[in-house]
């Protein structure tokens, strides 16, 4: 027979235990979420600027991202136009090193040698030797898929689950390699629009995964580049915006290379008609983007992945709409052109942060590399900022290099008369937005004291620009003339080194120019 003492003893050890395997089982599933690898969602968007308030139409996207993580208000491209600057952000490299210097398969877009050499190396393959799970849907570069870049059946390595768009961005009437097998797409809404199918495909991937592994999501919308097509239920939103009238709208712009000396001023009525009908169809398509992102973030939330994962929002390239009398596009180095969004949230950063740090494209694929734990490969042109992100003591670049190849069109449908001489992206008034010789190179430095950009042009004049960002940054005087000599050197040389370095000889550090002005 056993006593009450005895039993009440042999209760309490058993409670006792049931307590300590609770208590070690809770600190072992801390331990191993702590530990885990983040996971990462990188949202690329079309075109979309900053300098004509590219945000705006996107309050999900704010508060979802911006507003409980960072802001970046200096981020830019490392050329203003779709494939060389996502050859960037695939590599980390800067367009001299990877080589695509425009939207052809002979500019090197996704061409047979670019699938040989720079797309081996892309980030997704590192993320992969990482042990994260890849999903990529939407715009990959302009010529992927196409016959003569391998047909859809080209699968970029580093990918596990690949939804990728053949050729340039569509909404409707568009084919998918759904890894490595065509599906073709109509014009149905519901079946079709495409920023809603690579919304529902990033859910069905994340609805595949049971925490074994990290992932990666790339989701690469059509949004906001022509042809603007919104879904339906967005049609009558924005109607009675227009686009801003900036200090550099509808001006002539005065000691400035060629092709913008040879608009019109002032634009006529049915350019600004068409700027104004463009500007709100961009914002329309955004709309889908951020319901996707809502959709994602709560997804994520549900999964009970949120905190362990970092969203990036950023974009290809900037856009101009009626900027010193341009009707509509990119390709120029002003910075309605170069610069674009770039929001962050994730562990350890802080909310409705923000960072003036010049930051560029070719820094993300060393970032995603970084929060994986891996070293970063020296050969990126770029540098990881995860420590910024985290808030700590950084001293980042205060240097950016932009590059740019001119095209031209032997046939010029809206004005026949400019066929075959040199120029392209012309509007029925004869406005021309490139040439062959649009060519240039920039760098566009930027301290707390000191903001300059310096920009050599490869045409017959061999022009240059120069402005003081700090001063002027609407970019409305050439300063190239009446700058000090010592400056303008310092300059000249800064844009020389950069055009030829390579991985950590793109990292070295300018020389402070105070005091040269």
Request: net charge neutral; hydrophobic share 30%; aromatic share 10%.
């Given at each position: ?430 406005v021309c937005e490139d040439a062959w010789n649009n060519t240039y190179g920039c760098i566009r430095y930027e301290t707390q004291k000191e903001s300059y950009k310096y920009c050599a042009l490869q045409d017959h004049a061999n022009f240059v620009e120069v402005y003081d960002m700090k001063n002027d940054p609407y970019e409305l005087k050439n300063i190239a003339k009446t700058a000090p000599p010592e400056l303008l050197t310092k300059l000249s040389e800064e844009l020389a080194n950069l055009s030829l370095c390579s991985g950590a000889t793109c990292h070295k550090k300018m020389r402070s120019l105070e005091g040269l002005n």
């Amino acid at each position: 027979m056993v006593d009450a003492a005895g039993c009440q003893l042999r209760r309490c050890s058993k409670m006792s235990s049931i307590v300590l395997y609770a208590l070690l089982f809770f600190t072992l599933s801390v331990t191993v979420s702590q530990s885990k690898q983040p996971n990462i969602v990188f949202v690329l968007t079309d075109d979309q600027d900053v300098a004509l308030f590219g945000y705006s139409p996107m309050p999900k996207a704010k508060a979802l991202i911006g507003d409980v993580g960072k802001t970046f208000t200096n981020m830019f491209v490392s050329s203003p136009l779709c494939c060389p600057s996502r050859s960037s952000i695939l590599t980390g490299k800067y367009v001299h090193n990877h080589l695509a210097s425009n939207n052809s398969l002979t500019g090197n877009c996704s061409s047979p040698s670019w699938q040989k050499g720079p797309e081996q190396e892309a980030f997704p393959v590192y993320l992969k030797k990482s042990g994260y799970k890849t999903f990529f849907s939407g715009k990959y570069l302009n010529q992927y898929g196409q016959p003569g870049a391998g047909g859809v059946e080209h699968i970029p390595p580093g990918w596990d689950d690949w939804h990728g768009l053949v050729g340039n961005s569509r909404y409707y009437n568009y084919s998918l390699s759904v890894n490595g097998k065509e599906e073709k797409h109509g014009d149905d809404y519901k079946s079709d629009y495409l920023t809603d199918i690579i919304h529902r495909r990033a859910l069905d991937f994340l609805n595949k995964q049971n925490g074994d592994s990290p992932f990666f999501l790339m989701l690469s919308t059509p949004a906001c580049h022509e042809p603007f097509d919104s879904a339906p239920q967005f049609l009558k939103n924005f109607t009675g915006d227009k686009a801003p009238r900036t200090k550099h709208f509808n001006i002539h712009g005065t000691d400035k290379h060629w092709l913008i000396e040879q608009t019109i001023t002032p634009m006529p009525n049915d350019t600004i008609t068409m700027i104004d009908d463009y500007f709100r169809s961009r914002w329309r398509t955004l709309l889908s983007v951020d319901d996707m992102i809502e959709g994602v973030v709560n997804k994520l939330k549900a999964m009970g992945e949120l905190d362990n994962t970092y969203i990036f929002f950023s974009s290809d390239n900037g856009y101009h709409l009626g900027q010193f009398s341009l009707p509509y596009d990119k390709r120029q180095l002003y910075d309605f052109d170069i610069r674009v969004p770039l929001m962050v949230r994730g562990p350890n950063i802080t909310a409705n942060s923000t960072s003036q740090e010049s930051i560029m494209n070719i820094d993300l694929a060393p970032t995603f590399v970084d929060i994986t734990g891996q070293k970063v490969p020296p050969d990126f042109d770029g540098a990881s900022f995860l420590g910024l992100l985290g808030g700590q003591p950084h001293e980042f670049r205060a240097t950016v290099l932009v590059e740019y190849h001119g095209e031209h069109s032997k046939k010029v449908p809206r004005c026949p008369k400019l066929s075959n001489r040199g120029v392209s992206n012309c509007d029925a008034h004869c406005v021309c937005e490139d040439a062959w010789n649009n060519t240039y190179g920039c760098i566009r430095y930027e301290t707390q004291k000191e903001s300059y950009k310096y920009c050599a042009l490869q045409d017959h004049a061999n022009f240059v620009e120069v402005y003081d960002m700090k001063n002027d940054p609407y970019e409305l005087k050439n300063i190239a003339k009446t700058a000090p000599p010592e400056l303008l050197t310092k300059l000249s040389e800064e844009l020389a080194n950069l055009s030829l370095c390579s991985g950590a000889t793109c990292h070295k550090k300018m020389r402070s120019l105070e005091g040269l002005n």
